[in-house]
């Protein structure tokens, strides 16, 4: 059996830690990359150890350059008092991305999972309650992903916030190009029990 | 709209240039490798930096830490007289994986494709033609995959040898764990000109 060089070793062992990628993916890159030029490849590589310079904004733990990010920074947003919680980074910018919400962000880091040794302490519980209470936010949605971890964080978070600020949980139901017929139960339910006047 | 860090938008960049990963996998990525400790981006990133120290064998083009590679240094099989001709590394791999093939191998680097601009110059075909004359190679075997273009490449490569070589190309078939219900009209055509007596 042919001994491949240690750099094709390396490189394929690498690119399997990489999320969905497994050895047969991993090998097919590598054997793609074989035909970049030597620049192409530093390029490559040094956007990735490059990210390690990666810094979190100070206030609502989104990556930044800076010590704030730039919705932070912007007043409009900050004087709008109202915080939308998210799990982590990805989520924030796929609510970012609906153009929707206004106001500012915190990156709890997860959900309650006790199972995994996920409490209150793991989470960015705290900075959360510390910044609501110091800048007077009176409205707080949670944009945290529906499972039974999810639920809990919510509600055990909201105890620990005064009954003055209000607090609201993002709707679901069905998505918009969503079918009936291939939607689990569950979404149905919650659909059936969200229903608006029409 | 949230402005993500140069980093972020660099490394989903440099990501996307991989085969098959596109904008929102090589997010996917990167929102991954945000976890990770500084000293495995490092690794990661050098691991692809590297590959461009990757060398070729002299004789048949394949990966290789020196200047031929094991496969060439092998005695045992360079006795054998027989090279097989593929078009790249991958397919290369693919028979060694076999355990089938005794002999040395020649890498040709494609097949002819005017339309593309790929001549015989852009091929190691007069690199193969001489080795096969110099070392009294008695058997090529074509692996050279099944199209218009490695067809015509197989008929063109034949004629650069004397007649006393004995040129063959692999066999085309059913492939094992196939089913004739979903096989395309072509194989099986092969598959039933290919027949063998039972």
Redesign the interface.
């Known amino acids: ?8 070793k ?2 394929v ?3 399997t ?5 497994g050895e047969k ?1 991993a ?8 035909h ?1 030029r ?1 620049a ?16 979190l904004c100070q206030d609502c733990g ?4 800076a010590q704030f ?3 932070c920074l912007d007043e409009n947003r900050q004087s709008i008092k109202s915080i939308c919680v998210v799990e ?3 989520d ?2 796929a609510i ?2 609906s ?1 929707t919400f206004k106001g500012t962000y915190h990156i709890l880091g997860g959900v309650l999972n006790p199972l995994l040794g996920v409490g209150p302490d793991e989470l960015k519980m705290d900075e959360l309650k510390n910044r609501i209470i110091e800048r007077e936010v009176q409205e707080v949605i949670l944009a945290i992903n529906p499972s039974v971890e999810g639920d809990a964080t919510c509600s055990y978070f909201k105890t620990l916030l005064p009954e003055t600020v209000k607090v609201e949980r993002i709707g679901f139901g069905v998505p918009i190009g969503g079918n009936l017929e291939y939607l689990d139960p569950m979404t149905i339910t919650k659909a059936l029990e969200n229903r608006k006047r029409f």
Chains 1, 2 share one sequence.
């Not at 059996?1 to 094709?8: H, K, N, R, T």
């Not at 192409?40 to 810094?55: C, F, P, Q, Y």
């Not at 989104?62 to 350059?65: I, L, Q, T, W, Y």
Request: charged fraction near 20%; charge should be negative; glycine fraction near 4%.
């Open positions: 059996m042919i001994q491949l060089p240690e750099v094709i390396n490189a062992e690498a690119l830690r990489l999320p969905g990628v993916t090998f097919r890159m590598v054997m793609s990359m074989t970049w030597g192409e490849l530093i390029e490559v590589g040094n956007a990735i150890s490059e990210l390690r310079d990666l810094k989104m990556f930044s350059e990010c730039s919705v982590n980074h990805a924030l910018i970012e991305k153009s």
